[in-house]
T-cell receptor
Framework: NAGVTQTPKFQVLKTGQSMTLQCAQDMNHNSMYWYRQDPGMGLRLIYYSASEGTTDKGEVPNGYNVSRLNKREFSLRLESAAPSQTSVYFC????????????FGSGTRLTVV | SQQGEEDPQALSIQEGENATMNCSYKTSINNLQWYRQNSGRGLVHLILIRSNEREKHSGRLRVTLDTSKKSSSLLITASRAADTASYFCATGPGGSSYKLIFGSGTRLLVRP
């Protein structure tokens, strides 16, 4: 099925550990995004990539890095995890200018202890 | 900071009733979108309304946009238990990046 695939679905990290969240889309979309969702809140933009080869900071980029590996893949890296990064992370993609909106992955639930 | 703020935060209705959710935003927009999120799942795009449109329909969904008041409403008619979910508005500033800013959502419970 066409869509956005995120791995892993669940992860528990110890404070200070690092990890990379993977995201891939097969819809040939130019733009990709990483959001985090905390209880009772909407989604906050961490980083985005308007097109292959470009990345930009969103609202809450501190503690994260991203890589737009190719048109399909956009990864999010936590270099030194902190308890404040416990959250659900969503990757999304879109084709700018179209009426289809964003397509979201099913999320990665990350707990930092 | 959140661009869109939904009202109410939570809504409980009986199956068959209509559900209305409101969204207010702060800055000028190119478009406004509504998304649904079922518990533990990703968001699903429902409908997009452009800044030069006032009303849009899709099945049982009706969206209105009032740019002078910087507000939008989502109406779900003849609600079903399967409509139970959180609903988010998101505003698009436009441009090539098509970056969306999401509100905090309305939790809708439709009782059978």
């Amino acid at each position: 099925n066409a869509g956005v695939t995120q791995t892993p679905k669940f992860q528990v990290l110890k404070t200070g550990q690092s990890m990379t969240l993977q995201c891939a889309q097969d819809m040939n979309h130019n733009s990709m995004y990483w959001y985090r969702q905390d209880p009772g809140m909407g989604l906050r933009l961490i980083y985005y990539s308007a097109s292959e080869g470009t990345t930009d900071k969103g609202e809450v980029p501190n503690g994260y890095n991203v890589s737009r590996l190719n048109k399909r893949e956009f990864s999010l890296r936590l270099e030194s995890a902190a308890p404040s990064q416990t959250s659900v992370y969503f990757c999304a993609s879109s084709e700018a200018g179209r009426d289809g909106g964003y397509t979201f992955g099913s999320g990665t639930r990350l707990t930092v202890v | 900071s959140q661009q869109g703020e939904e009202d109410p935060q939570a809504l409980s209705i009986q199956e068959g009733e209509n559900a209305t959710m409101n969204c207010s935003y702060k800055t000028s927009i190119n478009n406004l979108q509504w998304y649904r999120q079922n518990s533990g799942r990703g968001l699903v795009h429902l409908i997009l309304i452009r800044s030069n449109e006032r009303e849009k329909h899709s099945g049982r969904l009706r969206v209105t946009l009032d740019t002078s008041k910087k507000s939008s409403s989502l109406l779900i008619t003849a609600s079903r238990a399967a409509d139970t979910a959180s609903y988010f508005c998101a505003t698009g500033p436009g441009g090539s990046s098509y970056k969306l800013i999401f509100g905090s959502g309305t939790r809708l419970l439709v009782r059978p």
